[in-house]
């Protein structure tokens, strides 16, 4: 098992930051990609960006269209954690933001895990 735990939610002005972390623990050996999903009142959840981990895999990752440009995804392997940098927030960016890892190396089908998600509410 693995257990994921998100941080560094928070209320933000439009055109602020913020940055998430997510630390993994338990069978961290297991899991090749974490990732970032986000689920806004009402709508379904939807995938973020994506990034592989560890030492044995070559570095690649990937970002929905809507956040390209402003989210950064950035990894620690030492720490076992990955962190998701968010700059030029816009009011639609207000979510739920949850973190996930996976077994596999798919970098857009990430879901064996999941935290337990952190707010983050941009004001206009």
């Known amino acids: 098992q693995v257990q994921l735990v998100e941080s560094g939610g928070g209320l933000v002005q439009a055109g602020g930051s913020l940055r998430l972390s997510c630390a993994a623990s338990?069978?961290?050996?297991?899991?090749?990609?974490m990732g970032w999903y986000r689920q806004a009142p009402g709508k379904q959840r939807e995938w973020v960006a994506s990034?592989?981990?560890?030492?044995?895999?070559?570095?690649?990752?990937s970002y929905a269209d809507f956040v390209k440009g402003r989210f950064t995804i950035s990894r620690d392997n030492a720490k076992n954690t990955v962190y998701l940098q968010m700059n030029s927030l816009k009011p639609e960016d207000t979510a739920v933001y949850y973190c996930?890892?996976?077994?596999?190396?798919?970098?857009?089908?990430?879901?064996?895990?999941w935290g337990q998600g952190t707010q983050v509410t941009v004001s206009s």
């Open positions: 996930a890892a996976d077994r596999g190396y798919d970098l857009l089908r990430v879901g064996d895990y």
């Open positions: 338990g069978s961290i050996f297991s899991i090749n990609v």
């Open positions: 990034i592989t981990i560890g030492y044995r895999s070559n570095y690649a990752d």
